[in-house]
């Protein structure tokens, strides 16, 4: 089977980003989680190198998991895998699937071997997103419902403006 891409600014990774990662290293051989530029987000909370590296210490425990960063479209980055590769991307509602159409179509316009295949959200993750998340450190709030453990600390740390 091909590899799953999973995109994203990822800023920062959240449980319901995990759980799309953990569904999706069960259905295919590898998953590769791709940190990238959102254009249309500005002043991300942590610099990609960040992500990157928390991104990886929460998807240890997954052996076909890795996590990479690339500049550029994913539609070109998916050209990179010889071998095939799908786009996976995690639907939470409605106002996902507008985007995600788009985007899809988009990609398949700029690669048209390119395909991208949704898994969607479990319900209990449904309302998450990184912002949710930002938004709920700023006010100092209980994260471990919605960030993974190991990471904690560290939004709430940036939250209240310290940087390392
Ligand atoms: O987690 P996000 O911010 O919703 O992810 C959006 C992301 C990063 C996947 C999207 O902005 C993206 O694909 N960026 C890479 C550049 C690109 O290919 N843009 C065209 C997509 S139509």
Known sequence: MKTAIYPGSFDPITLGHLNIIRRAS??????????????????????????????????QRYPNVEVTTFDGLI????RTFPEGAVIVKGLRANTDFENEFQMALINKKINPDLDTMFLTATQKYTFLSSSVVKELASYGADL??????????????RAAGNNP
């Open 26 to 59: 069960g259905i295919f051989e590898r998953v590769v989680v791709c940190i990238m530029k959102n254009a249309g987000k500005h002043s991300p909370m942590f610099t990609r190198e960040e992500r990157v590296e928390m991104a990886r210490l929460v998807t």
């Open 75 to 78: 539609a070109e980055y998916a």
């Open 144 to 157: 471990s419902p919605f960030v993974p453990c190991e990471i904690i600390d560290d939004v709430m740390q």
